[in-house]
């Protein structure tokens, strides 16, 4: 089962980056119908075909140069989608070995909803709030998957030791090093990180969703001013847009991009300072050198997002770059959900257990 979450993450992976490449190349209604395409299973090439499409979507003619890459996504999460339906089988097959079978069959029911917001995606017409919801439920989707993953990863390490015991030949066990109390103490900043880095992701997909990305075009001010006149805070998130319209090209007005965008900006900064205190004071404090590889990943990966970022800006959104910005952001929260799980892994300091003893034996004696 290992290997198969493995790559459920690898395929989810793709399936993200097949999703930014849809989006920036303007295809998201490359098909207006879902799950098919113009009523086919895959996109009309033939004279014959296209005229057929062309009569069931007179609004929409058929562009075969953007429906490629909506059909080639659709058949990625496809895959995952199946992937993930035989991981949930095997979990509850396998249950009362003890592997994970609750994670799996939530994951499978994720997916059934994240299917749902690719429909919407398409029959809603690119409507910002469902646009940026199911780039969320990618994110998640990627995540969950490695949570699954690393579960399984412990789970096997596990029984291969009770095998080893069984038979007579494990290895002489080697004490693990303990958090040290101050390194213990920055458990809920990882999760105040991983908070920052969700609520960054989100503003990531609001700024896509409203094609926001290009509403400043220098760095580092932002139409040649540090806070430019005008930005429209209530109308770039306002959140109550309404169905009906075609949001391809997106229909907020520029003040209002302008604010999204700004606001994409200040996080980032936020993002980068928090992190650099916080994977400073791990560093410092982590003296048994447990994480000092996920706190690398996170700072390796978080100056990369940075860069694609600016490089974006710099450019003007080169789709390569785009792309790959989309891609490091998925790393980018998969690291410090990996930063946070080892750091779990790590025993707790032994006086703080010898504390929280004397605590309730006080009490008990009272």
């Not at 920052?196 to 760095?219: K, M, P, R, S």
């Amino acid at each position: 089962m290992l290997c198969w979450a493995t790559l459920s993450v690898v395929l989810a992976f793709v399936v993200i980056m097949l999703g930014a490449w849809t989006r920036l190349v303007d295809a998201g209604l490359g098909c207006p119908d879902w799950p098919g395409c113009y009523g086919f299973i895959s996109v009309p090439q033939s004279e014959t075909h296209i005229a057929i499409a062309n009569a069931r979507f007179p609004d929409t003619p058929v562009d075969v140069a953007k429906g490629w890459p909506e059909m080639i996504h659709r058949y990625a999460a496809s895959t995952l989608g199946l992937v993930v339906f035989g991981l949930a089988a095997a979990a509850v097959k396998q249950r009362r070995s003890g592997v994970p079978f609750i994670l799996p069959l939530f994951i499978a029911g994720f997916i059934l909803l994240q299917g749902a917001f690719g429909m919407w995606t398409v029959t809603l017409k690119l409507w910002p709030q469902v646009v940026a919801l199911h780039l969320l439920g990618g994110f998640t989707t990627v995540s969950l998957l490695t949570l699954l993953a690393l579960r399984l990863r412990k789970f096997s390490a596990a029984q291969a030791a009770s095998a080893n015991v069984t038979k007579g030949s494990a290895p002489q066990a080697q004490p693990k090093p303990t958090a040290s109390p101050g390194l213990a103490r920055l458990r809920p900043w990882l999760y105040g990180g991983l908070l920052l880095i969700i609520l960054q992701i989100a503003l990531g997909a609001w700024t896509a969703a409203n094609y926001a990305a290009v509403a400043c075009t220098d760095l580092p001010t932002c139409q040649g001013q540090w806070w430019p006149d005008g930005m429209d805070f209530q109308h770039g998130f306002d959140i109550t847009q309404h169905v009906g319209p075609n949001y391809l090209g997106g229909q907020l007005t520029a003040d209002g991009r302008v604010a999204i965008h700004v606001t994409h900006r200040m996080g980032a900064l936020a993002s980068l300072g928090y992190f650099g205190i916080l994977l400073a004071l791990i560093w410092r404090r982590g003296h048994n050198r447990e994480l000092h590889g996920p706190v690398k990943l996170v700072a390796s990966l978080l100056v990369a997002q940075i860069t694609l970022g600016l490089a974006n800006v710099l450019l003007h959104i080169p789709l390569p770059v785009a792309v790959a910005h989309n891609a490091v952001g998925a790393g980018l929260l998969l690291s410090v959900i990996y930063l946070i799980w080892r750091h779990h892994l790590l025993p707790q300091p032994q006086a703080s257990i010898a504390t929280h003893t004397t605590t309730m034996h006080q009490e008990v004696t009272a």
